[in-house]
């Protein structure tokens, strides 16, 4: 543990860009007592890092993600620059005056460089050279933070004193300490096991004479077991062949059975698959119809808006055929009443005409005896040109009724052909329409024969289905009573392979009684319960030691393999009493 006494000073300390320090810096001589005052963002927090730096401290608990983060940068940009690095040195002076020089340096690539008097070392060595002069780093007990203070006030005297092996260094101790306790008891444990042998020995001692006595007695009970069990073996073995046999026979008639029940469970099986292809065939008959059937009502649904179409054109044609009549009949009667007014018109313009001639004649004939006046000639030549203005208008009138009337007649014509070329389609649409209705009627006909003929086949099927379940499970218990009966039969196996083993292992275990005085026996004779209801606790406590033998010591266990080797037979486990570990009474309170 390393002495309190300090062996030593800090004397100086020099920097090269580390945290605010820029450049290469040296700080120092530091004296006995130095104290650095300054303002707010002076370096004085920064000085201590420095120290704490070059001592080990972790880079979390100087106010640093990483050790990046310590070298010293102008802004972000110089920060992100490859290849940057800072150290700090402690030169440290010894009582003789002597110094070693600290040094530890962050490389470019983030990490830690160790040196001591400049010698590049690692951090074991660097940390055991701090030990030398009495410098904790895990403990820290060479600084004492902000805060340190008020923390270690608030401990309770479990952390105080736990605070204390950390700085004094006794904690590194504590593995000694425990494995120094750790052997203390095995040896406590050794010795109660010695006293516990010796008092074994004592009351062995006392049992012996005792059991000399008993001795002839149990190897007489011994013999006549022997025989007893040998008869109780060669009746259970009659059994167990005569059930054997019976077994056997038994067997073979549920194999008989199980296999009539198996070619019965084919024959079923063979007539369900062929039912089940004749229903997929119904299936596929059924939604073939079934398509057809929509396809059928959907062609009919689109029919049926052109129908309402053609429905709704031909009563439009019909209304606007009866308007047309009307108007028609409306012309005509007009062009009666324009007729006889042409005609009275004609005949009137035909008496002027003719009043005219008569008049030209009768000019034309006496020409120099009739002579009108001026106003006479001026009002006929008037009347002639009010005659003539009349009887163009109403030409013209008569042109454009008679154009009007051979329009209305082609329109009439139009019309009554359009109707009768609506009346076909019409018929034409309903004879369509009659036709689907027939084939939807056979098609719904051949669904419900279909229907019938599936339900037919499915419930032929569900016969067929029925009576492959009653062949199943009747297999299932022909099966179920086969396998109870390898079960009795693997049992009666193994009862006789316990048997034979059980008897073996006696036999094995007296002839070594016989032959070494040391050798108890069997762990079930020796550990066998009064009553029966603890016989599994014992088996389960036991384990894979229940058939092992128990010995004085390892020499007679020793002696009884090597005659088992030699005799070639069945290897055991073997458990030497003096090895038999106790534990105290103390140590279970």
């Known amino acids: 543990m390393p002495s309190l006494v300090s062996p030593g000073k800090i004397h100086r300390l020099e920097l090269e860009n580390f945290k605010s320090y820029k450049g290469f810096q040296t700080i120092g001589p530091f004296y006995d007592f130095t104290a650095i005052i300054g303002p707010n963002g002076a370096g004085k927090s920064n000085l201590m890092d420095a120290i704490s730096f070059v001592l080990g401290v972790r880079s979390t608990h100087l106010r640093g993600a990483q050790l990046k983060d310590l070298i010293y940068a102008f802004d972000d940009r110089e920060k992100e620059q490859k290849g940057r690095r800072a150290f700090v040195k402690l030169v440290y002076q010894m009582t003789n005056g002597n110094e070693i020089q600290f040094t530890r340096t962050i490389t470019g690539g983030g990490g830690s460089e160790y040196r ?34 008020e923390s270690i006030a608030s401990k309770n005297p479990k952390e105080l004193s736990g605070l204390l092996e950390q700085i004094s260094g006794s904690d590194e101790l504590k593995k000694d300490y425990e494995d120094l306790e750790e052997q203390k008891a095995r040896a406590e444990e050794k010795s109660a096991l010695v006293y516990q042998e010796k008092r074994t020995v004592v009351m062995e001692r006392k049992q012996k004479k005792a059991q000399k006595e008993e001795a002839e007695k149990h190897l007489r009970l011994q013999e006549e077991l022997k025989s007893l069990k040998k008869e109780h073996f060669l009746w259970q073995l009659f ?125 034309h004939d006496g020409a120099g005896k009739l002579q009108l006046a001026d106003d006479q000639l001026e009002e006929y030549h008037r009347i002639k040109e009010d005659a003539g203005m009349k009887t163009a208008k109403l030409r013209d009138e008569k042109e454009v009724y008679d154009r009007q009337l051979h329009a209305d007649v082609e329109a009439h014509k139009n019309l009554e052909e359009n109707l009768q070329q609506l009346i076909n389609r019409e018929q034409e649409l309903a004879s369509q329409e009659s036709q689907m209705q027939a084939r939807l009627e056979k098609t719904l006909e051949a669904v419900a024969k279909h229907k019938e003929e599936l339900s037919v086949a499915t419930e032929e099927l569900n016969v067929i289905s029925v009576q492959r379940q009653s062949s199943g499970s009747r297999y299932h218990s022909l099966k179920q009573q086969l396998d109870e009966i390898d079960l009795k039969l693997r049992e009666l196996k193994a009862d006789k392979h316990e048997s034979e083993r059980d008897a073996r292992l006696s036999e094995t275990v007296q002839s070594l009684k016989r032959l070494f005085p040391g050798v108890h026996g069997r762990m079930t004779e020796l550990c066998r319960p009064l009553q029966k209801k603890f016989n599994l606790a014992v088996t389960v406590a036991m384990g894979k030691f229940m058939d092992a033998v128990v010995v004085e010591d390892e020499n007679t266990g020793k002696e009884c393999i090597k005659y088992l080797k030699e005799q070639r037979l069945p290897p055991q486990t073997f458990i030497p009493l003096q090895s038999v570990r106790v534990n105290s009474e103390e140590e279970k309170k």
Not at 119 to 147: C, H, M
Not at 249 to 260: I, N, P, S, T
Not at 302 to 331: A, G, T
């Open 239 to 363: 059994h167990i062949e005569k059930d054997t046999e019976k077994l056997v026979g038994e067997l073979e008639d549920e194999k008989q059975k199980l296999d009539d029940v198996l070619k019965e469970y084919e024959k079923y099986g063979s007539e369900e698959s062929a039912k089940k292809k004749e229903q997929a065939g119904y299936l596929k008959q059924m939604s073939r119809s079934e398509g057809n059937i929509a396809k059928k009502k959907i062609e009919l649904d689109k029919k049926q808006p052109e129908l309402l179409k053609v429905k709704e054109e031909i009563s439009r044609i019909n209304s606007k055929i009866k308007s047309s009549k009307k108007e028609m009949d409306k012309r005509k009667e007009e062009q009666r009443k324009h007729a006889k007014v042409v005609q009275k018109l004609q005949k009137d313009l035909h008496d002027v005409t003719e009043a005219m001639n008569e008049l030209n004649e009768q000019g």
């Open 116 to 149: 001591v008097d400049g010698r590049v070392v690692t951090w074991d060595e660097y940390n055991g050279k701090l030990k030398s002069i009495g410098i904790l780093v895990k403990a820290r007990n060479f600084l004492v933070f902000q805060g340190d203070v």
